[in-house]
């Protein structure tokens, strides 16, 4: 993702009221901050933020959180869904690291990971959101049934990760190296990278892991 920086953008977000400040203390508290007690559903790395706006207002059921560790990537995000403002939706300025601090045990039912950086390099591969520590980390935050839903273009990094969650001891359920050849395509939402490389005729990958 191509950063431009923002002037001011670190302050916006901290003043604005869709994003949840000191995460920390919240954990446990999520159906608190959203008044009901509808699932939470997360998208790491929500970029501009096309996918999870889009979700939020097809599913009013289900609250939704949009991380992002960059505040102008963040703020463009933002700025998106004030376009059609669902109700369900709200922000966080964080590493995914962080999550297990942020969420409690059994509180997120879906994690949404679109596009993540591949981090070509063998010495970054802890840094792939599919890597087993952080998997580790989705292994705390998910409730029994819930799962991990993953789509990239990058073929290498999907075969890493069909590897490295089973390698962490979870299950992969379903996937597909050509998702608009298949029946994972039935009521699929794009994201802004998927947009542009579907647009360029590249097919898309996805898997579906449980434990
Ligand atoms: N999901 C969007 C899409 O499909 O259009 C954006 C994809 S972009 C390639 C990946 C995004 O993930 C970037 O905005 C990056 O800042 C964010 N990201 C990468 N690692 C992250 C992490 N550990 N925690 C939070 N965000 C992360």
Redesign the pocket.
Known sequence: ?RLRHIPGAEQMIEEHPLVIHEPKEKKGKWAEIFGNDSPVWI??????G??ITEMASCNPGVNFVG????ST?LLKGIRKSEENRPENLRFLC????ELGEIFGKGEVGRIF?????PWPKDRHAR?R?TSPP?MAVYNQILTADGQVEF?TDNEELFKYSLEAIAEAGWHVREFTFDLYKSDMAKGNVQ?????KFAGQGKPICKLIAVR
Not at 43 to 48: H, T
Request: proline fraction near 0%; avoid cysteine.
């Open positions: 993702m998208e790491i790395g929500m970029g501009k096309r996918f991380i992002e560790r960059y990537v964080v590493d995914a690291r990971l679109n596009f993540s950086d840094r959101l952080f789509k994201t802004e990278y998927e947009a």
